[in-house]
Structure formats: structure tokens, C-alpha cells
């Protein structure tokens, strides 16, 4: 079954510090507020329906060539 990234949607969209709603995943694990890969199951189509979900880009990984990099740059100065 496919997947889907998605995130709870905030509770108040003028104050985006107010927190997001907690939604729970069918087995009653919350979905965390940055999101969430999951199934594209009927379940998840109902939230997303009903405004609950909202569908979100996946954050993106750094890459590992500049990871090491700084991590080279840090070691060399102490």
C-alpha cells in the first residue's frame, strides 16, 4: 500500500505556537507534531477528509558529505 507524509494540522492557524492537534494513528500511537510517514489507509483518508491531517513534504536529511565535512573541520581546531 502506498504512503503518505503528514502532519497533524495546528489547532489555532493564526497563532502557530498554539501546538497541533494530537491524532492517533489505528493502532493509538500519536502522530508526532513534525510528522509521519504512514499507510494511505481508509483510516488516514477519513483525518485528511476531515481536516485532522494535513499532507507535508518530508524533512529533508543533510547530506553525509558535508556531515563528515564539519565533523572533519570540528576535530582539526581542538
Known sequence: MPHLYVKPRPLDPKRPDAGT???RLENGKPIPAEGALVEHTPYIRRR???GDLVTAKPPT???RAKSTA???AGEKEA
Do not use: E, G, M, Y
Request: hydrophobic share 35%; no cysteine; glycine share 0%.
Open 70 to 72: 564539519n565533523a572533519d
Open 21 to 23: 492537534l494530537q491524532v
Open 61 to 63: 536529511k543533510p547530506s
Open 48 to 50: 485528511l477528509r476531515d
